[in-house]
């Protein structure tokens, strides 16, 4: 499986973004969205089953971001709104054979890109 993030940019507090995680190769059971802001570890934003019958949010998010996936079109996508400066991260997409939002199931990992929000 391979993953390429995109979407991200520059953005004001309260103004949205869009990244897109396109996938090649096998679908998997969750594709899952992280983030790493500087100096932090890496934590665990949103994920979406394959038939996108589960989500899960981070309590961070929840309310402000939602995932969603376009199985025909291999891409999965997380849709951003009200953001924060605390948002700013890079944004990695991943992928697991199971469902789960724990970091170390994750066998599969994209690029990420940089969502920078100014205040």
């Known amino acids: 499986v391979q993953l390429q993030a995109s979407g991200g940019g520059l953005v004001q507090a309260g103004g949205s973004l869009r990244l897109s995680c396109t996938a090649s190769?096998?679908?998997?059971?969750?594709v899952a969205w992280f983030r790493q802001a500087p100096g932090k570890e890496r934590e665990f934003a949103a994920a979406?089953?394959?038939?996108?019958?589960?989500?899960y949010y981070s309590d961070s998010v929840r309310g402000r971001f939602t995932i969603s996936r376009d199985n025909a079109k291999n891409t999965i996508y997380l849709q951003m709104n009200s953001l924060k400066p605390e948002d700013t991260a890079v944004y990695y997409c991943?992928?697991?054979?199971?469902?789960?939002?724990?970091?170390?199931?994750?066998?599969?990992w994209g690029q990420g890109t940089q969502v920078t929000v100014s205040s």
């Open positions: 991943a992928a697991a054979r199971r469902v789960t939002t724990r970091e170390r199931d994750y066998d599969y």
């Open positions: 190769g096998r679908t998997s059971a969750m």
């Open positions: 979406i089953s394959r038939l996108s019958d589960v989500t």
